[in-house]
Structures are given as C-alpha cells and as structure tokens.
Nanobody, 116 residues
Framework: EVQLVEFGGGLVQPGGSLRLSCAASGFTFSNYWMYWVRQAPGKGLEWVST????????NYADSVKGRFTISRDNAKNMLYLQMNSLKPEDTAVYYC?????????WGKGVLVTISS
C-alpha cells in the first residue's frame, strides 16, 4: 500500500523557516518523481515544486523560487521541503504527492501557518 506521510508543519512568524518532511512507503521511492503541492485557505491547489527521481533536477513555482528548496533521500525514502523567508501568503496545507505521469498518490497534508 502506497503511503505518504507529511510532518513538520506548524506556526511560524513571517521571515522564519520551516522544513517539511514526507515519509514514503509501499513503493520503490527512487523510481518516482515527487511533488509538493499546497492549498491555501479558501483557494485551489497550487503546485509548489517537483523533484526528479534521482534528485538531480528540481523545479519551482515562481511564488516560491529562491525561498524554497526541495530535496530527497532515496536511501531513506524521504522527501523534504526547506522553506525560508516565509510570508503570510505561504499559509496553506502542504501535500506530498507521487508522480506517475501525473499526480497519483497524495499524503493527507500538513498545515503551515505564517503569522505574527
């Protein structure tokens, strides 16, 4: 059974940092591209970042470029999102998503709140 479990969310002041983690199980993690996707309160889903299976190539939404860093540890079946210089508009539920020619499995999400 494919499982994606996010953790590391919480309340952070503007300008702060947070690192999200996603523990993957039930599939060969190193074979898949992975995404982070977020959903702000009352808004639709927003793609945040993609990392290819070997971790060598990453892509970011313009809204987070230069502030967020996606990474993975294939030996540990872990996906990460380092978030720096956080803004109130980064407040959202963040989802870890597996890609199989498109998103196919989603974690339950973790809430990140940026507020003073």
């Amino acid at each position: 059974e494919v499982q994606l479990v996010e953790f590391g969310g919480g309340l952070v002041q503007p300008g702060g940092s947070l690192r999200l983690s996603c523990a993957a199980s039930g599939f060969t993690f190193s074979n898949y591209w992975m995404y982070w996707v977020r959903q702000a309160p009352g808004k639709g889903l927003e793609w945040v970042s993609t990392i290819l299976s070997n971790g060598g190539t990453t892509n970011y939404a313009d809204s987070v470029k230069g502030r967020f860093t996606i990474s993975r540890d294939n030996a540990k079946n872990m996906l990460y999102l380092q978030m720096n210089s956080l803004k109130p508009e980064d407040t959202a539920v963040y989802y870890c998503v597996r890609s199989n020619y498109g998103p196919d499995y989603w974690g339950k999400g973790v809430l990140v709140t940026i507020s003073s």
